[in-house]
T-cell receptor, first 114, second 114 residues
Framework: DAGITQSPRHKVTETGTPVTLRCHQT?????MYWYRQDPGHGLRLIHY???????DKGEVSDGYSVSRSKTEDFLLTLESATSSQTSVYFC?????????????FGSGTRLTVV | TQLLEQSPQFLSIQEGENLTVYCNSS?????LQWYRQEPGEGPVLLVT?????EVKKLKRLTFQFGDARKDSSLHITAAQPGDTGLYLC??????????????FGQGTTLQVKP
């Protein structure tokens, strides 16, 4: 009954390689978000989407791109991975009432760039 | 500079003790949310507060939104080991109600010892 799944759960990659993380939802929600979580920083917004092919940048978007070709899938790509992008990445969907409903998060992807 | 400052960042207490976690800002928010996160999982929404001065209770947890809608607190009465986890506050700025973009505090790690 997760409603939102992320893949892979863990990944180790080398510096300079491209990496794509996937977020899949079954809730048919319009708004989806990618955050990264680092100690001492909480969660910081990378990119978000408000519909198919409609995306916008968050506060830490440099080095990342996103795509949303279907309502259910939101992809995050690290164009050329760097060690500073080692982090835990969370995808979230927003409830229909974006003020009251809050987010439902996926279980996260732990990415290590070596 | 963190827009939402949580304190304390770490808290280790004995079972049965009371505690309060604070989430402070100099900015006004349309709503404040509290999430709890366990290791290896995404955050889970506990509560949303939207009205200045609002108090909400969830069993032994009491949440309050400041009168000026710039701060919030989470009070736990008679903490139990099951309360152990990372507590995150998140705010929705007035201009972000359409996009649902949340700003997160750094988090408070709570450890409750039996």
């Amino acid at each position: 009954d997760a409603g939102i799944t992320q893949s892979p759960r863990h990944k180790v990659t080398e510096t300079g390689t491209p990496v794509t993380l996937r977020c899949h939802q079954t809730e048919n929600h319009r708004y989806m978000y990618w955050y990264r979580q680092d100690p001492g920083h909480g969660l910081r917004l990378i990119h978000y989407s408000y519909g198919v092919k409609d995306t916008d940048k968050g506060e830490v978007s440099d080095g990342y791109s996103v795509s949303r070709s279907k309502t259910e899938d939101f992809l995050l790509t690290l164009e050329s991975a760097t060690s500073s992008q080692t982090s835990v990445y969370f995808c979230a969907i927003s409830g229909r009432d974006r003020v009251l409903d809050g987010y439902t998060f996926g279980s996260g992807t732990r990415l290590t760039v070596v | 500079t963190q827009l939402l400052e949580q304190s304390p960042q770490f808290l280790s207490i004995q079972e049965g003790e009371n505690l309060t976690v604070y989430c402070n800002s100099s900015s006004v928010f349309s709503s404040l949310q509290w999430y709890r996160q366990e290791p290896g999982e995404g955050p889970v929404l506990l509560v949303t507060v939207v009205t200045g001065g609002e108090v909400k209770k969830l069993k032994r947890l009491t949440f309050q939104f400041g009168d000026a809608r710039k701060d919030s607190s989470l009070h736990i009465t008679a903490a139990q080991p099951g309360d152990t986890g990372l507590y995150l506050c998140a705010g929705l700025r007035p201009g972000s109600s359409n996009t649902g973009k949340l700003i997160f505090g750094q988090g408070t790690t709570l450890q409750v010892k039996p």
